[in-house]
Every structure is written in C-alpha cells, then in structure tokens.
C-alpha cells in the first residue's frame, strides 16, 4: 500500500504541468521533476544539488541571491515573493510565478517551489493593454482629425490664394510657401490619422492574399528599382482565401514593405512568403516579410507597435504606420509577431481561415 502511494506521487510529480523543485534548507535542489528540466532547459543532472538561484532570481534587480534565498525560504514572512525571474540553461530570462511551501520530513526542514511559466500570460495581458490603447486612440484620432480637417482647409486655400496673387522673387514668397508646406504636412498626418481610425469592418470580402502581396510590390516597385532592392518571393499556391478588406490589408503590406525599404538605404533582400499553418483545429494563413536591414534595437522592439512612437527625426515620420498595422490585424482577429537582430528582421502575420459568414467582432 505505501510503495502504491509512493507510486501515485512520483506519477504526479513528474507528469504536473508546472516545475516542481524541492529544496533541502540551505537552498540546494534535491529533486526536481520533467517540467522544470523541460522549463528550464537544464537536465536533472546539471542541476540537482546546485543552488536554487541557478534557475530563479528575484524580479526586482535590486535583491541580491542571499536576499532572494531568504525571501523564498520562508514564505510566511511579511511581503511573501509571488513573481521571480525564470533562467534558462542558455541564460534568457522569463516571468515565473512562485509557490514555496515548507515540509519538515522529522528534523530536516524541505521546500516545496511550484513554478509557473508566465511567458504567455504576460504575452496575452501586453496585447489585451494594446488593443485597449489603440481603440481609445484611435476614438481620439477620429475626433481630432475631424475638428483640425476644416480649419486646415480654409488655412491652405487662403495661402495658396496668396501666392497665387505674389509674384516671383517677392519678398512674401518664402514665408507663403512655408505655410503652404506645412499646412500640407498637417493636413497628410490628418489624413493619417482619419486613416489609422477606420479600421471597422466595412466593405469584407473574401480574398486572396497572394493577389494583395502582388499588388503590393507592384506599387513598391519604383522604391524597390532605386534602392538597388532584390525581392524573393515565395507564394504557396493554392491558399484559402481569407475574410477582409483588401484595401486595408494592402496598406497594412505598404506600411511593413516601407519599413524594411527604410532599413536598407543603400541595399538589400526583402523577402515575401505565404503559406498555411495548421495548429490544432486552426488553419491559418501564413505572411512573413524579411528584411537584411540594420534591426531593431532591442529596447524599442516592444516599443513598436505604439500610436506616435518613432525614431525617425521630426517631420520624417508620424509614429502611425505601424500602429495601423497592429490596428487593422486585430480587427482582422490575426496575429503579429517581430523577430529581430542586425541584418534580419521578421514581421510574421498569420491571419486565421474561417468561413465569410461567421464575420468578425468588432
């Protein structure tokens, strides 16, 4: 009866969704199950009897490892550590929640740590907060623009009726036409910006996105001749159609197309595939662009996706392209994830198949 009891906890120990650790009192690993090896990237043999801070540290940079070891070594202290840092075998980092409880096994005092691996959930809740973000500016976008549209309207007519009355060389001319630039300056971010708000579900259809990434290249082209641009194009053929707005999905392939342009100013490869991704009962349609251009740093990469975050100097971008892009991709119910290092960056879209009829939630 025991040796079955024994059974049936080493069968739960080893076949339980989270890492399981258990530590002897002075912090050293004394068994550790098929998760945490799996969590980790550690064997049981690179790990068993090493210090726990091998694989967890505190999530506050401030606490050292004696400080972090005291904190989960008595979890019934006042402020009890729920979240640490996860490190894996080849040094990253992950979110990891903690649960420590003690077991005294006759004198000898032992831990129990449960970790969960937070990496999705954080993933989940940054886009839930992004998507929270980009409709309450894009509400705002949609205000603004209309309430600056008309008064830009009458600044420009005024000013291009002016200039139309000065004559060369006078001495208005230079001050006209800077008003003039710049009214119409304002006027394209407005549009930008009446744009980056029109993203419901209007005119859908179902379409082919090879013929979208076509037509996209198509009007790169004279971009893509002058940057001395090589284009590698891997079109699957045979590909369902997906349900949207064509035109929205071609500006979304504009805006990633200019970006990777940007990023190689003297030349480059940019590389264009679809295919199909099956996952389960989800079939999806599968868009990658790549770009050989200088990356992006990795500060900035969570940064991206951001109303009006840019790093181009003032006057050369708006902060819009890609929020748009983030923008119009939820509304489609597709996914968007970056991968980037110096000369390679992967934007990669995968947009679900699904039938015209079952529409969207907008």
């Not at 906890?9 to 650790?21: K, L, P, Q």
Request: proline content about 5%.
């Amino acid at each position: 009866m025991l040796r079955e009891s024994e059974a049936q906890m080493r069968a739960v120990f080893e076949t339980a969704v989270d890492g399981i650790i258990i530590l002897n009192e002075t912090g050293q690993m004394e068994s550790v199950n098929t998760a945490t090896e799996q969590m980790f990237g550690f064997s049981d043999k690179e790990i068993l009897y090493g210090p726990i801070t091998k694989v967890l540290a505190s999530a506050d940079p401030v606490v050292n490892e004696a400080d972090f070891l005291q904190i989960l070594l008595h979890p019934h202290s006042p402020g009890p550590m729920k979240e640490a840092q996860g490190r894996r075998k080849d040094q990253s980092v992950f979110p990891v929640e903690l649960s420590v409880s003690e077991v005294l096994l006759g004198m000898r005092h032992t831990y129990t740590v449960i970790v969960r691996d937070l990496s999705e959930r954080k993933r989940l809740e940054a886009l839930v907060a992004q998507s929270s973000k980009m409709n309450a500016v894009a509400k705002l976008a949609a205000g603004i623009a209309h309430e600056i549209n008309n008064p830009l309207g009458v600044i420009l007519g005024f000013v291009q009726g002016l200039l139309a009355r000065v004559a060369s060389g006078d001495k208005m001319e230079h001050p006209l036409k800077s008003v003039e630039r710049e009214t119409i300056r304002c006027r394209d971010l407005v549009q930008e910006l009446l744009t980056f708000s029109r993203t419901a579900q209007a005119d859908w259809e179902l379409m082919n996105l090879n013929g979208v990434v076509e037509k996209t290249l198509l009007f790169l082209g004279s971009r893509l001749e002058a940057g001395a641009i090589e284009v590698r194009k891997e079109l699957s053929e045979n590909l369902p159609r997906i349900f949207g707005n064509p035109q929205q999905i071609e500006q979304v392939l504009v805006n990633m197309g200019l970006n990777a342009l940007e990023a190689m100013p003297g030349a480059g490869v940019l590389a264009i595939k679809t295919g199909l991704e099956q996952v389960g009962q989800q079939t999806s349609v599968i868009l990658s662009i790549t770009d050989t251009g200088k990356g992006i740093p990795p500060e900035i990469l969570p940064r991206i996706f951001e109303p009006f975050f840019t790093t181009k100097p003032i006057g050369k971008g708006t902060g819009l392209g890609l929020s748009f892009v983030y923008q119009v991709l939820t509304k489609h119910s597709a996914t968007i994830d970056v991968k980037s290092r110096q000369g390679h960056t992967e934007f990669l879209v995968k947009f679900p198949v699904i039938q015209a009829h079952q529409g969207f939630r907008l």
